[in-house]
């Protein structure tokens, strides 16, 4: 007998992607038991959209972040085997029917396929692709260093196991730090590269530049046990110039992706800047009298 699926899409104001992603969900080969549409406090037409589908909707009454999307689906869901999609994603109809079978091997707790990026109209678009891939390519891979959540197939039981996402992470770095509570646990993952989904989303300078320090920020931990001036600009240095700068830079000569090396160059610009302003609003929480020129 094949094993139930529920699946959810985790939803902040996306009325510009969701219809494309429930019709996707629906076209599924593998027919999924239920979908679940996890509201995150949207405020534009978000909820009225998924009211036209045979889907189940939960509410988040505010926006509370990613991973409380992520632990609310979870909660909700009413199989062990949990399909997450992001709602600017469009499967391709036999997703689930090649990652459903990898759950027959021995010990795999998650499985997830590739993102293909379809929209590259704009400079930053092909930045994004560039230098943000959500896969890990062409080859099948057992195990491999994290398992990206934009679409993802989960054990109910194994996340319950582990202690569901961490909250406080929002809306980056939930599925770094669930792999590696779920590998420490001696479960396995598997990357599925034939099954397949479709990147809807557009970027611009701004939007690519912001996404880009938010995954460094988590990333590299680089503020877990706070913030000072000296490692705002040792980081400027040591890892803005020297690791990230170069490397972009590194990459689109070597690609000879020539365009993109203005963009390199802006995010050298943008990436202390943020960390600045990270400092200011950690310096302000920490010293609020001080901030706010009181004494």
Same mark, same amino acid.
């Given at each position: 007998?094949?094993?139930?699926?529920?699946?959810?899409?985790?939803?902040?104001?996306?009325?510009?992607?969701?219809?494309?992603?429930?019709?996707?969900?629906?076209? &599924?080969?593998?027919? +999924?038991?239920? =979908?679940?549409?996890?509201?995150?406090?949207?405020?534009?037409?978000?909820?009225?959209?998924?009211?036209?589908?045979? =889907?189940?909707? =939960?509410?988040?009454?505010?926006?509370?972040?990613?991973?409380?999307?992520?632990?609310?689906?979870?909660?909700?869901?009413?199989?062990?085997?949990?399909?997450?999609?992001?709602?600017?994603?469009?499967?391709?109809?036999?997703?689930?029917?090649? @990652?459903?079978?990898?759950?027959?091997? &021995?010990?795999?707790?998650?499985?997830?396929?590739?993102?293909?990026?379809?929209? &590259?109209?704009? +400079?930053?678009?092909?930045?994004?692709?560039?230098?943000?891939?959500?896969?890990?390519?062409?080859?099948?891979?057992?195990?491999?260093?994290?398992?990206?959540?934009?679409? @993802?197939?989960?054990?109910?039981?194994?996340?319950?196991? +582990?202690?569901?996402?961490?909250?406080?992470?929002?809306?980056?770095?939930?599925?770094?730090?669930?792999?590696?509570?779920?590998?420490?646990?001696?479960?396995?993952?598997?990357?599925?590269?034939?099954?397949?989904?479709?990147?809807?989303?557009?970027?611009?300078?701004?939007?690519?530049?912001?996404?880009?320090?938010?995954?460094?920020?988590?990333?590299?931990?680089?503020?877990?046990?706070?913030?000072?001036?000296?490692?705002?600009?040792?980081?400027?240095?040591?890892?803005?110039?020297?690791?990230?700068?170069?490397?972009?830079?590194?990459?689109?000569?070597?690609?000879?992706?020539?365009?993109?090396?203005?963009?390199?160059?802006?995010?050298?610009?943008?990436?202390?800047?943020?960390?600045?302003?990270?400092?200011?609003?950690?310096?302000?929480?920490?010293?609020?009298?001080?901030?706010?020129?009181?004494?």
């Amino acid at each position: 007998m094949k094993p139930k699926i529920s699946l959810y899409i985790p939803c902040y104001n996306v009325e510009e992607y969701l219809a494309r992603a429930i019709e996707g969900v629906l076209r &599924q080969s593998y027919g +999924v038991d239920e =979908v679940l549409i996890i509201d995150d406090g949207s405020r534009d037409r978000t909820l009225e959209i998924a009211s036209c589908y045979p =889907v189940q909707v =939960v509410r988040h009454e505010r926006n509370r972040g990613l991973a409380a999307a992520r632990n609310t689906a979870f909660r909700s869901a009413r199989n062990d085997l949990v399909a997450a999609l992001d709602a600017d994603c469009v499967p391709e109809p036999d997703w689930l029917e090649k @990652l459903v079978p990898l759950f027959e091997r &021995q010990g795999v707790a998650a499985a997830g396929g590739r993102l293909v990026e379809t929209v &590259q109209r704009s +400079v930053a678009d092909r930045w994004r692709r560039a230098h943000m891939p959500q896969e890990w390519g062409d080859r099948h891979i057992v195990n491999p260093r994290f398992m990206f959540g934009n679409n @993802l197939v989960l054990r109910k039981s194994v996340l319950e196991e +582990v202690g569901w996402y961490t909250e406080s992470l929002r809306t980056n770095g939930e599925d770094v730090d669930i792999s590696a509570r779920i590998r420490a646990r001696g479960h396995q993952f598997v990357y599925e590269p034939a099954a397949v989904v479709k990147h809807l989303r557009h970027d611009t300078v701004r939007s690519a530049l912001d996404a880009y320090w938010r995954w460094w920020r988590y990333g590299v931990r680089a503020y877990s046990n706070g913030i000072r001036l000296r490692s705002v600009l040792g980081h400027l240095v040591h890892v803005h110039f020297r690791t990230t700068f170069l490397g972009l830079v590194k990459q689109d000569l070597r690609s000879k992706e020539y365009e993109l090396l203005w963009l390199d160059a802006l995010a050298l610009l943008y990436m202390p800047y943020r960390d600045i302003q990270l400092f200011l609003e950690v310096a302000s929480w920490a010293h609020p009298r001080r901030i706010s020129g009181e004494v």
